[in-house]
């Protein structure tokens, strides 16, 4: 017999306030933007019909939450979450949910991506102590010190290059460094008996996917870009692994352009050079420090013309890996969730939404399309919905007005470490 909705809020009352009772693929206020529906609606509710079918699908999933806390309490009270990457953009709001959660956090990082101002204010933001070492992955040795130190559960594996343009002009650099430092990571984790581990993956293992939305079940590749491929590989790595030993547990997210800045401006993201992804090159016009923003291809069959794509806010990202860090305690084996809103957003939208955020019009231009691209790309999250409990909450004008909160306070992202930052990561080392 299903629980009762007062059960499901006897749960959120001791602890799982993350769980939400929104339907499977229940979104408010937004639809699917394409070129049959090509108007977002402020009135889509869900009828009591679809709330109460729902209902049975979710509830297994809070009541999993609701064992996993209870595990976590009991048996990980003394363990620490070992986090790869964690000062980078994703990484770094992820630590700041995994510490106001009540998660004891060790950060290894080695700064190519990042900077070490953002463990600083991590910190600041969640009122809890983090513990960081400087290390790459691809150093065995002092992830294995890093093993030998703290009594570790759980891995959260960020660290990796990251720009898919960038990977197809140093290939080797992005199969060193994200194919072998993963390798290394999993050596030294079966060493040490850790065999739970979450993976930030990314939607481009699905290749130019045949439709849209796209679910977990979807073709992965063929994946036309280094960047996509390592991300692949390891993801074939951990399906195998687990099939070979029933010890290991790894649950696989795949992210659809994840934007946004933490709400309080205090974190966000740190790109060096000019931006590869669009939502930071837009704000990079917005401050003056590029001309206009590149449109490639007008012609699409979409509201607009233009390419439709899936945003997420990060911090709906950093939620997504909390929830995921709690799926392992169920033993899942290897399994895999794309983590977006399902909601497309064409480009000429996002620079209107920016345009509301910042104040301003932003230039651009029209130009020919970029060889592969395709029209519309968004995700299906129903499968994380149903078995994580998780749901973003953040639309697009909020992903917009925390970014430029970010880049306004920021312009130059963090700033380079001074000798009290260098002595906070310290302490954090010690």
């Known amino acids: 017999m299903p629980p009762t909705l007062q059960h499901i809020h006897q749960l959120r009352d001791e602890g799982l306030a993350s769980i939400s009772l929104r339907p499977v693929g229940f979104y408010p206020h937004e639809q699917t933007i394409s070129a049959k529906n090509p108007e977002l609606s402020n009135d889509t509710l869900p009828n009591d019909r679809c709330f109460e079918n729902s209902m049975s699908t979710t509830v297994n999933g809070f009541l999993n939450m609701a064992n996993s806390h209870n595990n976590r309490l009991d048996s990980q009270e003394d363990s ?203 704000s990079q016009v917005v401050q003056g420090r590029l001309p206009y923003v590149n449109i490639y291809g007008g012609d699409y069959d979409t509201v607009d013309g233009t390419g439709v794509r899936d945003y997420i806010h990060v911090c709906d990202l950093a939620t997504g890996h909390v929830a995921a860090l709690r799926k392992l305690h169920s033993d899942p084996g290897c399994v895999a969730y794309n983590l977006g809103t399902g909601v497309g957003y064409s480009v000429l939208q996002i620079i209107g939404a920016m345009s509301r955020a910042c104040g301003k019009e932003i230039p651009y231009k029209i130009t020919d399309r970029r060889p592969g691209d395709v029209g519309i790309v968004t995700a299906d999250a129903s499968l994380a919905n149903a078995e994580l409990g998780w749901y973003p909450k953040y639309n697009l004008d909020q992903m917009c007005q925390d970014l430029n909160r970010w880049t306004s306070t920021n312009p130059s992202g963090y700033p380079t470490p001074a000798s009290e930052t260098k002595r906070i990561l310290q302490e954090m080392s010690s």
């Open 80 to 282: 620490y979450v070992l986090v790869t990457g964690g000062a980078g953009y994703i990484g770094s709001h992820t630590v700041l949910e995994l510490l106001k959660d009540g998660y004891k956090v060790v950060v290894v990082d080695n700064f190519v991506n990042s900077c070490e101002e953002s463990l600083v204010r991590i910190q600041k933001l969640a009122k809890q102590p983090l513990k960081f070492h400087h290390a790459n992955v691809l150093d065995e040795q002092t992830l294995t010190a890093v093993f030998e130190k703290y009594k570790i559960w759980a891995v959260l594996h960020f660290a990796a290059l990251k720009a898919v343009g960038e990977s197809t002009k140093i290939p080797l650099d992005y199969y060193w460094n994200n194919v072998t430092g993963s390798l290394n990571l999993l050596r030294v984790m079966e060493k040490f008996r850790v065999h739970n581990i979450v993976f930030s993956s990314s939607a481009t293992v699905y290749g130019d996917p045949e439709e849209s939305p796209v679910n977990e079940q979807g073709n992965l590749g063929p994946v036309t870009n280094p960047y996509g491929k390592t991300k692949l590989f390891i993801e074939e790595v951990l399906r195998d692994m687990c099939k070979a030993n029933k010890k290991w547990n790894s649950v696989i997210l795949r992210y659809f352009n994840p934007t946004g800045a933490h709400p309080s401006g205090i974190i966000g993201e740190n790109p060096k050079g000019i931006p590869n992804n669009l939502m930071p090159y837009v």
